[in-house]
Structures are given as C-alpha cells and as structure tokens.
C-alpha cells in the first residue's frame, strides 16, 4: 500500500517492546512504562548523538539529522506535561548521581520549559530557547566556583558574543530588512541561511561548556514544548522551527501534543496551501493527507511517540496502516529468539510457508504473539484465513 508506514523490528527492540521495567523494585506507577519507554529512547538518542559527534571528530561529514524529537501524545488530561517534566527532572538530576537505574551516563542542561499555548503570535520559539540559554549561563556563572577565573568567563563571554550573532542572523532572516550595499546583502545571505549550522555549532560549544566547568561528563541540552496542537501560532510554523533547527546532535527536544488534532491543523494548512494548484479538492485533500504524513513522520517517526495510557480506543487510532518490517526471512530467527514460544503458534507456521524474501506483520499480529509468548495462549486462528 501506497501510505503504509513500515517500523523495523530491530527499532522496535530498542525502542517499543519492553521486556522488563527499568526499575522493578517502583514499578506502581501508572506512568511507569510511559517512563521506560522514554528513557528507553533517550539512551537511544544520546549513543546516536555520540556517533556523530565521533564521525565530525575522524574529519567526515556529519549528518544533517538526528531524530531527537520524543512525543507524547494524548488528549488533556492524560498526564502529557506531568509525564514530560518528570522527565525532565529526572534527567538534569543526573549530573550529580555516579550510578541511575536509567543506564544513561551522560548528564543535560534542562532550560525552563515553553508552553506554547499561551505564546502570543509574534513570539518565536527559536528566540525563546536562545534567550533560555543565555539566561541560564548567567544562573550557572553566579553558582559556580569559578566567579574569578579568567578563562571561564572568557568563555562565558564567546558564548554569549555567538548567542547575539545567531540572533541578529535570525532577526535579519525573519525581517524584511532593505540593504542598499549588494556586498553586504550577499555577505548577510550567506549567513544567515546557515543559522542551523550555527546553532548547532553553539550547542556544542555550550555543552562542552558545561562539561569542562561542572559535569566532566557529555552532556545535553534538554528542551521541553507543551500543548504544541494549543498553540495560536500556526502550527506548522512551530514544527518547522523545531525541524530545521532542533534537530542536531546534543539536543533532546521533548513535546506535548494531541496527534490527531496537530495533524488535522497541518493538513488544513496544507490543504489551503495545494488550493492555488487548480486541481479538484478531493485530490488536493488526498495531497495534503499525504504530505502531512510524511512532514509529521519525517520530524517524528512512528518509534519516538509516546501514547499516554487511556481507556479509550480512539487515543489509539493510527491515521495510516502499520506494519512491522521483519526484514529478510534469516529475521525470524530474531524474532524467535525474542518470543521464544513463538515456533508453537499458527502465525509462525503460516510465515514459514509463505516463501517470501521479506516479513511484515502487523501490530494486532505482533500483540498476539507478545500474548503467547507471556501466557502460551495462542489466539492467531482469525488472523490467519
């Protein structure tokens, strides 16, 4: 199918199936996978960060994104914002633990979260994180034991003095400034369509900062967005800031969002956008399901959202059909070797006897099998014919 969304399993083991809770001494908590699950993919973030600072390191080129956006999706009241700051929290407390039952060694810089439904409409969420930033480096030099070192606050000052140029690039990017000077219009050009590279440049900067003067550790730069699908500013041009800068090594981006409300905002947006084309409004409505899709799959993928706990069947309603990508057949071995009980179901047999070169299932499959793995109730009759 043209709009199916194929996850591979292997994401999956790292990411979505829980084998056990991180903590098995705490685990009353009705949030308590909601917890696994995004520790599980913050581990998962911060060893993809690591390579690619290793690759910049060795003199080859980076790559240009790192899917470090983690969503947590429900309608209000479900225990999105708590979920996320608890997180948070949690995380910017590692930096003075040795040990932590999340396996994560690395330590974060939480800046003061944004809670977009309440940002006026000229606000914009890139100025706001960097002024966060700034803010928080004045926090961290009046706290620290360096008050009379020359090179902390030399270093201090770089930072800030690279803070204000992103910010004046930015400022001129967004602005509709006149330059006389060709010279000086170019030379602005050039710097200001290469503000991602800069941030990402800064974050770096940033984070070894902390790392030199307080952690001795790795570190990252947490930042938190609520109610996202609440905001008054368009949509879209929320998660195009998060996308064309937020994406880069080093950073971990948490949001908060109903998903079907978020993406029937963008797919009207879109859909006003495709008007102009001329074609008929059923095919600029097919256009813009499928834009929306991959715009939102391309920022979030399938494995990086968090669906909050709830009783009703619709928080869990997918917009497009799921599969499980098993891959080659030499992959049912993996999946054996996961649900060993697996060689005793019907599902297993059937797989085996279809002769195709590629696996997939999906999830109401992959469900019955986790069922028959943990009970050895096997319940695949009905999927099967």
């Not at 059909?321 to 071995?333: E, S, T």
Request: proline letters at 3%; charged letters at 30%; aromatic letters at 8%.
């Amino acid at each position: 199918m043209k709009n199916e969304l194929r996850i591979p399993f292997e994401s999956l083991l790292n990411r979505g199936i829980q084998r056990e809770l991180v903590d098995p001494d705490n685990n009353n908590s009705f949030l308590n996978n909601t917890y696994t699950q995004a520790f599980t993919l913050i581990r998962v973030i911060c060893e993809t960060s690591k390579c690619m600072t290793d690759t910049e390191k060795n003199g080859k080129s980076r790559q240009d994104e790192i899917h470090n956006v983690i969503a947590f999706s429900g309608r209000r009241g479900t225990g999105k914002t708590s979920a996320m700051l608890s997180i948070a929290d949690s995380l910017s407390k590692l930096s003075v633990e040795k040990e932590n039952r999340f396996e994560i060694s690395d330590v974060f810089v939480q800046l003061p979260y944004i809670n977009a439904a309440v940002l006026d409409e000229e606000e914009d969420i890139f100025l706001i994180v960097l002024s966060r930033m700034f803010k928080e480096l004045d926090v961290f030099s009046s706290g620290t034991d360096c008050m009379y070192n020359k090179d902390f606050h030399d270093k201090v000052r770089e930072l800030k003095e690279e803070m204000c140029k992103i910010h004046g690039h930015y400022v001129n990017l967004k602005g509709k400034n006149d330059l006389t000077s060709s010279y000086y219009s170019m030379e602005n050009l050039h710097a200001k369509y290469n503000i991602r590279e800069e941030f990402a440049e800064l974050v770096k900067n940033y984070t070894e900062f902390y790392k030199d003067y307080k952690t001795n550790k790795t570190t990252h730069l947490i930042l938190c967005i609520d109610d996202v699908d609440m905001s008054k500013q368009d949509h879209m041009r929320i998660m195009q800031c998060i996308h064309q800068y937020f994406m880069v090594p080093r950073v971990i981006v948490m949001i908060t969002l109903n998903f079907p409300v978020l993406t029937a905002s963008l797919q009207k947006d879109t859909f006003e956008r495709l008007k102009t084309i001329g074609k008929k409004d059923s095919q600029n409505l097919h256009l813009a399901f499928e834009h929306t899709h991959d715009f939102l799959r391309k920022i979030i993928p399938s494995d990086m959202r968090i669906t909050m706990p709830s009783w009703r069947k619709d928080d869990y309603r997918n917009l497009m059909p799921v599969k499980i990508d098993l891959g080659q057949a030499d992959n049912l071995n993996v999946l054996v070797k996961e649900f060993p009980l697996l060689k005793n179901s019907g599902l297993f047999h059937k797989l085996q006897e279809s002769g195709e070169s590629d696996y997939t299932l999906n999830p109401k499959q992959l469900i019955l099998i986790m069922i028959a793995d943990r009970t050895e109730i096997y319940l695949d009759s009905k999927i099967l014919q």
